[in-house]
């Protein structure tokens, strides 16, 4: 089974700086590619930036210039750095990874449990 476990979050003034961390482990072929998903209270569940096997990424037009997402070299995790934070940012973060189990496997979407963030004013 495949497992995703976020870390990183917090509380930060507006203006200041997080990075967050996922790791994903267990059986893998191949990871596609890999991402950040926010969601704030009440709000539904947003893309943030994406990142895959090729290196190519996107990022949610809100956060374009003030976040970079990126990966290690083993491809194993994924980061997001966030600066010049907003209170708007405030959310749950979840990392999301787009993986082949195996050869035979059909490629599916795996969710961590989500890390918070909170930017106070």
């Known amino acids: 089974q495949v497992q995703l476990v976020e870390s990183g979050g917090g509380l930060v003034q507006a203006g200041g700086s997080l990075r967050l961390s996922c790791t994903v482990s267990?059986?893998?072929?191949?990871?596609?590619?890999m991402g950040w998903y926010r969601q704030a209270p009440g709000k539904q569940r947003e893309l943030v930036a994406t990142?895959?096997?090729?290196?190519?990424?996107n990022y949610a037009d809100s956060v374009k210039g003030r976040f970079t997402i990126s990966r290690d070299n083993a491809g194993n995790t994924v980061f997001l750095q966030m600066n010049s934070l907003k209170p708007d940012d405030t959310a749950s973060y979840y990392c999301?990874?787009?993986?082949?189990?195996?050869?035979?496997?059909?490629?599916?979407?795996?969710w961590g449990k989500g890390t918070l963030v909170t930017v106070s004013s």
């Open positions: 999301n990874a787009r993986i082949k189990p195996g050869l035979y496997s059909q490629s599916a979407d795996y």
């Open positions: 990142i895959t096997s090729g290196g190519n990424t």
């Open positions: 267990g059986r893998i072929f191949r990871i596609d590619a």
